[in-house]
């Protein structure tokens, strides 16, 4: 919405929110107004729970992240809190800012596919609800590969209050339907009290 493309380093948002703060402050407010009402449709249409995707937020530092997006993102859940579902805050390239991403009132912290779970759910005090973080870089590699891999998620994730195991960031489009259903299988078939 600031640089009117896609951006790797968001250098105008980044710019924008110290450069010209009330404009920021505007259009993240409308942002997570217009966010905060989406979700709120999903959930009144029979979602059964809500989250909260901040693809961005793993260009910011942590005080830029606090003080400048974790007010909209808290404001874009306002308009669903109450409703009883679940609520969900993921971001990509978020390792360092988890905490705060859960400061803005979420039931779950999701977390991308470059850090293991055992390590946010220790950043994260061990009472934290985890979602993530399969690498989906992996479903096209073999399937002893990746079979491999989603186990080392599960153990991964096993000493966090909860899992919610799903992939660290989006399914890229070239995805075999059949690789995911076998990944679901496998998950499945594992026993998560052992």
Do not use: C
Request: a negative charge; aromatic letters at 6%.
């Amino acid at each position: 919405m600031v640089e009117g493309k896609p951006s790797r380093d968001h250098l105008g948002p980044r710019t924008m929110m110290h450069a010209d703060p009330d404009t920021w402050r505007a259009l993240t407010e409308w942002a997570a107004d217009a966010s905060g009402r989406f979700l709120r449709a999903q959930l009144e249409a029979g979602a059964s729970a809500a989250q909260l995707f901040d693809s961005w937020a793993g260009s910011l530092g942590l005080q830029d992240y606090v003080h400048h997006v974790a007010p909209a993102s808290a404001r874009a859940l306002d308009h669903v809190r109450g409703l009883g579902a679940p609520l969900i805050h993921f971001g990509t390239g978020t390792s360092e800012l988890l905490v705060a991403m859960y400061d803005v009132g979420v039931d779950v912290v999701g977390v991308d596919y470059r850090l293991p779970l055992a390590e946010a759910n220790r950043r994260l005090g061990g009472k934290v609800p985890l979602q993530g973080n399969i690498d989906p870089a992996l479903l096209r590699a073999p399937w002893e590969v990746l079979e491999r891999h989603v186990l080392e998620v599960l153990a991964s994730g096993s000493a966090a209050p909860g899992h919610v195991v799903n992939l660290g960031h989006g399914v890229p489009p070239e995805t075999d339907p059949e690789v995911l259903t076998r990944v679901v299988e496998l998950i499945h078939s594992v026993d998560p009290s052992a």
